[in-house]
């Protein structure tokens, strides 16, 4: 594990080359341009909003602002993890001519597919603080537990892109399956609404590993809260977890990449 590390080390700089092609391909002739990066929140933010009009209209509630923000700070960090295993599942049979010719770690590529929408990310991210800065938002020191949250979710979504590429490269209709995961999982993650609103179903969504992190940074930006220990304990072990297995599993298969192609 040490010497795939530091092999890792010595390419970084092919790993930053990779992660600016694969910003520069992305928006490559696009009319909005980094524009796209605020699209995909801005359209979860928009049906959870019409979900929670929907819900307090059926109560006889009134819909409170922070509930938005709430959804909008949720929907950010969705559609970091979406894309970053969307494009990292895709990244090694995108990149086939380079897997089968030039010796290289390979990981380089799904780990560059995260970094780049990790970019998108940070894009979306500035245009939600000016947002909830015209509703009225202000922060608090609540905030700063944003910065280890974040990277427990870049480490989550990272293992689950180097299993899922290598996965993807030996057998093709993983990519169909990712799809059809990350279609329906926002239902069974708090994204669109808070855990507790399933009353004795909160504990079954926390055991989602994204879940803690999502409910962590709501509590940490809009609730000024701190997040839950344990819960987040338990989405760092997983992360953890992922990432380790994920990283040897394709180490493992790397010598097969080029006889797979």
């Given at each position: 594990m040490k010497q795939y590390v530091m092999d890792l080390w010595r390419a970084r700089e092919l790993l930053v080359m990779l992660t600016w092609r694969d910003i520069h391909i992305k928006y490559k002739q696009s009319v909005m341009g980094f524009l796209w990066a605020i699209l995909m929140p801005g359209l979860i933010v928009a049906a959870g909003a019409i979900i929670r009009v929907g819900v307090a209209n059926?109560?006889?509630?009134?819909?409170?602002?922070?509930?938005?923000?709430?959804?909008?700070?949720?929907?950010?960090?969705?559609a970091f993890i979406v894309g970053g295993v969307r494009f990292g599942t895709n990244s090694l049979t995108g990149n086939t001519n380079l897997v089968s010719k030039i010796a290289f770690p390979k990981e380089t590529f799904p780990l560059a597919a995260v970094i780049s929408n990790l970019v998108?990310?940070?894009?979306?991210?500035?245009?939600?603080?000016?947002?909830?800065?015209?509703?009225?938002?202000?922060?608090?020191?609540?905030?700063l537990y944003f910065i280890p949250l974040l990277l427990v979710v870049v480490m989550f979504t990272s293992g689950l892109?180097?299993?899922?590429?290598?996965?993807?490269?030996?057998?093709?209709?993983?990519?169909?399956?990712?799809?059809?995961?990350?279609?329906?999982a926002i239902f069974f993650t708090p994204v669109l609404y808070?855990?507790?609103?399933?009353?004795?179903?909160?504990?079954?969504?926390?055991?989602?590993?994204?879940?803690?992190?999502?409910?962590?940074?709501?509590?940490?930006?809009?609730?000024?809260?701190?997040?839950?220990?344990l819960w987040t304990l338990y989405s760092a072990a997983a992360s953890m977890f992922f990432l380790v297995v994920g990283y040897v599993y394709f180490k493992k298969l790397e010598a097969r990449f080029a006889e797979s192609i």
């Open positions: 059926w109560s006889g509630k009134s819909v409170d602002i922070r509930d938005i923000e709430s959804v909008m700070v949720r929907a950010v960090l969705w998108d990310f940070g894009v979306s991210l500035s245009a939600l603080f000016v947002v909830l800065l015209i509703l009225g938002w202000h922060p608090s020191v609540h905030i892109a180097l299993l899922l590429s290598a996965a993807n490269l030996f057998f093709r209709d993983v990519k169909y399956l990712v799809e059809i995961f990350l279609t329906y808070e855990a507790e609103m399933l009353g004795k179903w909160q504990k079954t969504v926390m055991f989602n590993p994204f879940s803690p992190l999502l409910e962590g940074v709501s509590r940490v930006v809009i609730d000024h809260r701190t997040p839950d220990f």
